[in-house]
Structures are given as structure tokens and as C-alpha cells.
């Protein structure tokens, strides 16, 4: 099964295709590169609309040239959570897509999509998931048919709660790898000097909105970026990963896979890696490529859904800013073979 993946609920605009045979994976990506500050929704949808056809155009072109006409056999894309407006550009494409070349469509949740490619790509049968991206930052374990969300934010998504610290401080988005660059500087010259700021953990639930807030107002008052930016991630990572153990632990679960954009960051694979180690649990983070929005993760669900025949009539394909990764049916896991 050949799957064409549509990805693009926020500032990535991208097309993969997967072939589940050769278990390969093709990306185009397109990102919106604002000039200054956050995300602009707005600015952010104009891109999408302008990027998508050109990334849809480059993978099909590649698809078509090595496998003739009938090179796609289903076409996926992200139906949710996003910018309303980003989506609605995706899902047109999609549905105009499927209907063109007259193969199914799948609506894929972005969130689950995240999770799945780890396990996939790690061969784990039932982990813990963290995401840990821009929008969103959550805990899921499969129970019953679903993802269950174990543990979640209570405020903003954890790259989010980053970026609103490096936005005032005046850098370019996203903030979250100069925030790294920073951070390492310090520690190679200042190890363990670290300012104390808002740690928040409810259970499995933790909250970013105190620590962003404490981080301006500590550069406000003159403390040296650098020991800021060391001094966010030691506290935000160390929040996930202290909500990650008490997962594992609760759930009996000793497989963990890490998804999301900020999951790109070494020190918060060090971390999860350090406590996995300890107890005895298995890790496994994808490669970047799968980590940021993109496709890949969009078109390897979609091949399993539509092998599951989790298909989706056209006129039922509408898209969902708020689709929660507990709303969808998990119909691919029984009898696994994508
Ligand atoms: P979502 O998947 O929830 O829709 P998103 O659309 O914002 O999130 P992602 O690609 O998952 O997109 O994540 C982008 C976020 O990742 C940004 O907030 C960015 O600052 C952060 N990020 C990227 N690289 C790093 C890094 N090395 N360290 C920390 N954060 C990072």
C-alpha cells in the first residue's frame, strides 16, 4: 500500500508519501517563517494555501515517475487539532485530491499521529506516548480501544510556553532550538547554578503559564539570558519527565516514545533516556524528521487506518480544530501488518 499524506494544522506545510512495503518514506515540507514574533494565524493560512500545492505536486510527481498512474492507493490528512484555516486549506486539497485519483481518504489526528510514528518506528507494543510539541503537551497509554489522555497541560502547549519566553525576549521563532543553544552554553560554563522558577505538577497534569511569566520578568530584572534559558529547561523537562515516570509507573508500562517538535531537544531525550534507564524502561525518540509537523507520521497512520478500512466518505470528511486524541477509535491495532 502506497499512502499520500497532507500535513498542515499549524506552520508546516507538508506531503509525504509512504510505501508500506518498502516501509520508506518521502517528505516535502514547506515551513512559514514569520518575520517577527509568533505564529500569525492569518499569515499562517495564506501560507498554507500558497505551499500545499507545491509539496502535493512534488511527492505525487515522485510517486507517479516510479510507480505509474496508479502509484497511491489512499490519501491521508491531518483533520485536527489546528488553525481552523490551515486545516480547512488541507482538507480541500485532500478531498479534491481523493477524488481525482479516485482512492479513498483518511482523517488522521495529528496528536495520535505523533505517537504512532514512534511506536511504529520502535517496534514498542503498548507505550506510554509523551508528545511534546508547540501547541499541545500531553501524556496518552492505550486502554480499551482508545488513547487515553493520562496527564495533560492545564495552559499552554509546552513549545508554546517557550517561545512566549524567547518572543519577549526579542528572538526570531521558533524560540525553542536558540533556547537549547543558550542553555548548553551555560551549563558548559556554569554547571548547576540554577534560578529557581514555578514548577508545577498536578498528578500527571503540569502547567507552563507561571514559568513563562517568571522567566520575562527575571529578564526584565537583568538576570543573564543564558541562565534563564538553562534554568526553563531544567525546570520544564524535568516537569515532563517526572509526570513520564509516574505514568510508567501507574500504568505498569516500561516503553516510552517521545513525539513532537520540542522532542528535538537533547536534553530532554537525556533526561527521558537518564529516568528510563533507571527503571528499567525502554525509550525510543523518533529522528527529527518526525519529530516537527510533517507528513511522513500523517501517511504511515493513514496507511494503517486504511488498512483497517478506517476510511472516510467525503461529505463526513469535515476537519476538527479541537480533535482530541481520546475521540478517536484506535480500529488499526488488532491483527497489525502495515
Ligand atoms: P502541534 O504538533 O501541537 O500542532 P506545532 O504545530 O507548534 O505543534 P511542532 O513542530 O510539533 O509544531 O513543534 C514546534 C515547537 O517546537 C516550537 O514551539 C519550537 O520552538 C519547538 N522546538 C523546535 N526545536 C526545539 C528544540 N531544539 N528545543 C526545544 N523546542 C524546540
Not at 42 to 64: C, F, K, Q, Y
Not at 308 to 320: H, K, L, Q
Amino acid at each position: 500500500m502506497r499512502v499520500l499524506g497532507i500535513e498542515g494544522t499549524a506552520w508546516c506545510a507538508s506531503a509525504a508519501l509512504y510505501d508500506a512495503e518498502a516501509d520508506s518514506v518521502l517528505i516535502e515540507s514547506d515551513p512559514y517563517e514569520p518575520d517577527s514574533g509568533g505564529i500569525h494565524p492569518r499569515e499562517a493560512a495564506e501560507h498554507m494555501s500558497e505551499a500545499i500545492p507545491g509539496v502535493v505536486d512534488a511527492v505525487l510527481t515522485a510517486a507517479e515517475d516510479e510507480h505509474g498512474p496508479d502509484a497511491i492507493d489512499a490519501v491521508a490528512f491531518s483533520k485536527g487539532p489546528g488553525l481552523g484555516p490551515c486545516l480547512r486549506t488541507v482538507g480541500t486539497a485532500a478531498r479534491s485530491l481523493a477524488g481525482a485519483l479516485d482512492v479513498p481518504l483518511v482523517g488522521v489526528n495529528h496528536m495520535v499521529a505523533h505517537l504512532e510514528i514512534g511506536r511504529h518506528q520502535s517496534g514498542f507494543e503498548n507505550p506510554v506516548c509523551l508528545n511534546a510539541s508547540g501547541a499541545n503537551a500531553h501524556l496518552l497509554g492505550y486502554h480499551d480501544g482508545r488513547y487515553r489522555v493520562l496527564g495533560e497541560t492545564m495552559d499552554a502547549g509546552v513549545g508554546n510556553a517557550i517561545d512566549k519566553f524567547t518572543r519577549h525576549v526579542g528572538w526570531d521563532h521558533p524560540g525553542g532550538p536558540k533556547v537549547e543553544a543558550a542553555a548548553r552554553r551555560y551549563a558548559e560554563e556554569h554547571s548547576g547554578d540554577l534560578l529557581d522558577l514555578p514548577y508545577v505538577v498536578k498528578g500527571m497534569d503540569f502547567s507552563f503559564s507561571g514559568i513563562s511569566s517568571a522567566a520575562n520578568d527575571a529578564y526584565d530584572d537583568g538576570v543573564p539570558v543564558e541562565k534563564i534559558c538553562f534554568s526553563l529547561q531544567e525546570h520544564v523537562f524535568a516537569m515532563l519527565t517526572e509526570v513520564s515516570e509516574r505514568a510508567l509507573s501507574l500504568t505498569g508500562a516500561d516503553e516510552i516514545v517521545l513525539g513532537g517538535g520540542v522532542a528535538q531537544n537533547d536534553r530532554l531525550r537525556e533526561m527521558l533516556a537518564s529516568m528510563c534507564a533507571e527503571r528499567g524502561a525502554r525509550f525510543h525518540a523518533p529522528e527529527p524528521r518526525f519529530l516537527r509537523d510533517n507528513a511522513g507520521m500523517i501517511a504511515v497512520l493513514g496507511a494503517k487506518m486504511a488498512r483497517a478500512g478506517d476510511t472516510v466518505p467525503i461529505p463526513e470528511s469535515a476537519i476538527d480544530p479541537n480533535f482530541r486524541p481520546d475521540q478517536v477509535p484506535v480500529t488499526w491495532r488488532s491483527g497489525e501488518s502495515v
